[in-house]
């Protein structure tokens, strides 16, 4: 099924440093709405990167859900990427829980 997701909010892109070959500062901060016609969905997200420490975070829904992606930085660091959400079940309400996902040699990790 192919998907168009639309950007509707506005883009600010801020320079904290020095820029890339292709002219994409090394550092920003975006923020926007995902929209999905055909599901009825708009999704508002808010997201910053950082090449230079090869760190992302991804907010959804004004920090309800966070996602953080680590690049790996050696041969025997891969990555990893961190998802934290409310859980709730029978004893809990909401708890924020933190899920890691590590990558490997064959998955490496990377910023988005």
């Not at 901060?29 to 009825?40: C, F, K, M, N, W």
């Not at 959400?85 to 029978?90: A, D, I, Q």
Request: proline share 4%; aromatic share 12%; charged share 20%.
């Amino acid at each position: 099924m192919l998907v168009f997701i639309d950007l509707v909010l506005s883009i600010v892109i801020f320079v904290n440093g020095y820029r890339l070959q292709n002219s994409l500062p090394l550092k920003y901060h975006v923020s926007g709405v995902i929209q999905l016609p055909y599901a009825e969905i708009s999704e508002p997200f808010e997201s910053w990167i950082d090449s230079e420490l090869g760190f992302s975070r991804i907010d959804y829904y004004g920090g309800a859900a966070k996602t953080v992606q680590r690049k790996g930085k050696g041969t025997q660091d891969f990555g990893a990427n961190y998802k934290i959400v409310p859980v709730s079940n029978e004893a809990v309400l909401n708890k924020l829980t933190c899920f890691e996902v590590d990558g490997s040699e064959d998955a490496l990790m990377d910023i988005q």
